[in-house]
Every structure is written in structure tokens, then in C-alpha cells.
T-cell receptor, first 115, second 112 residues
Framework: DAGVIQSPRHEVTEMGQEVTLRCKPI?????LFWYRQTMMRGLELLIY????????DSGMPEDRFSAKMPNASFSTLKIQPSEPRDSAVYFC?????????????FGPGTRLTVL | AQSVTQLGSHVSVSEGALVLLRCNYS??????LFWYVQYPNQGLQLLLK??????LVKGINGFEAEFKKSETSFHLTKPSAHMSDAAEYFC??????????FGKGTRLSVIA
């Protein structure tokens, strides 16, 4: 399997622009997670899905952030409008389940820079 | 709510020396504990996990961790550091079917 695929790997945009990050989970995995990593706050869970349904979005920082999972093989994280403080590395991860024996597999991340 | 504290944001060891990365957790129920490793410009990958079986857990690349309930700790060790071990290490906790909560990470440097 190719693993979790994220695109783009790097994104540079200007404040106020819309940004869309994409993720393809490992085939057959039921859970998908979006994380944000910054030096100040470390690794934060933003939202996670089970069978394409959002389960917990309490980590989404504000209404400017939205995430969708239209099917089992694709998810997006959108920021509109973007702000400089959104600059971070965004990771997508997937797992077979949320049970403790289920390992999360992370994608390589998207490094977002908002100028 | 569960939480994790990793003592030391940066640890530096000589090649061949013992690696010790510290993790303390807080949990209201018996926890499940994990160590993940992140190499530069990559996503995280699982090193090992504790799921209430043996308290000494062996992982990949010669790493192991011991669950100590009395100390609420889950420290990661490796007897002899290798240059390829240089990376960032994250401890994480779960209270069962809840999302993992990660610590802020410890960057390990290995000096030749």
C-alpha cells in the first residue's frame, strides 16, 4: 500500500486566501484524523472521522476551518480565509479503528505558510 | 482528561550511549500509552505501545518502554544510541476508545 497520501506537500499563500489540503487514507481504514503541528502548541488533533462521518471537531480552532470526507478515500481540510497564525504542518492519519490496538498511520504532512 | 508531559524538549547523547526519554501521564482510568517517532520531514510512525499486557514493551529499532503505574511514567529507553536514532519522539495517551493525546515531543540528537 502507498500509505497515507497528502497534497500538496508545501503551500505558500497570502493572508485572506482560501487553502485546501487533501488527504487519501489507506484503503480499508475506517478512521481519519487531521492534526496540526506547531512549535508552540505541539501536535493538536483538529477533527476525526469514522466511516466518513465527523465524530469530534472540538479541536477545530474556529469557523474559518472546515473539513469534509465525501467518501472513504478522500478528505479535505479547508481554511477560509487564511491567516498568518495558521502557518503550521498539517498531518492526516488513518487507522483501521480507534481501538487501542489500532495504530495510526500518518501522512508526510503539508507545510502551510501564510504570508 | 488525559494528558502527557514529556520532560526535556531536547536531549543530546553520544553515539553508543544510553537513550532515556521521559514521559509522565495523567489519566482517570487505566491508560493506553504509545511512543511515536518523527524523522525530519516525515509523518509520525509507531515505535511501541502499551495495552495493559506486559509492563515492559519492546518496540522497533531496539527501543523499549516500561509502564510504571506508581510513578505514572512510561519512559523510553535504548541501550546504545545510533546516529539514525536522531529524530523527534512523541509520547501519547488514550483512555480507551478516545483519540490519542500527544505530548509536545522530545528532539533527540546523537553526537558522533
Amino acid at each position: 500500500d502507498a500509505g497515507v497520501i497528502q497534497s500538496p506537500r508545501h503551500e505558500v499563500t497570502e493572508m485572506g486566501q482560501e487553502v485546501t489540503l487533501r488527504c487519501k487514507p489507506i484503503s480499508g481504514h475506517d478512521y481519519l484524523f487531521w492534526y496540526r503541528q506547531t512549535m508552540m502548541r505541539g501536535l493538536e488533533l483538529l477533527i476525526y472521522f469514522n466511516n466518513n462521518v465527523p465524530i469530534d471537531d472540538s479541536g477545530m480552532p474556529e469557523d474559518r476551518f472546515s473539513a469534509k470526507m465525501p467518501n472513504a478515500s478522500f478528505s479535505t481540510l479547508k481554511i477560509q480565509p487564511s491567516e498568518p497564525r495558521d502557518s503550521a504542518v498539517y498531518f492526516c492519519a488513518s487507522s483501521l479503528g480507534q481501538g487501542v490496538t489500532d495504530t495510526q498511520y500518518f501522512g508526510p504532512g503539508t507545510r502551510l505558510t501564510v504570508l | 482528561a488525559q494528558s502527557v508531559t514529556q520532560l526535556g524538549s531536547h536531549v543530546s547523547v553520544s553515539e553508543g550511549a544510553l537513550v532515556l526519554l521521559r514521559c509522565n501521564y495523567s489519566s482517570s482510568v487505566p491508560p493506553y500509552l504509545f511512543w511515536y517517532v518523527q524523522y525530519p520531514n516525515q509523518g509520525l510512525q509507531l515505535l511501541l505501545k502499551y495495552t495493559s499486557a506486559a509492563t515492559l514493551v519492546k518496540g522497533i529499532n531496539g527501543f523499549e518502554a516500561e509502564f510504571k503505574k506508581s510513578e505514572t511514567s512510561f519512559h523510553l529507553t535504548k541501550p546504545s544510541a545510533h546516529m539514525s536514532d536522531a529524530a523527534e519522539y512523541f509520547c501519547a495517551v488514550s483512555e480507551g476508545n478516545t483519540p490519542l493525546v500527544f505530548g509536545k515531543g522530545t528532539r533527540l540528537s546523537v553526537i558522533a
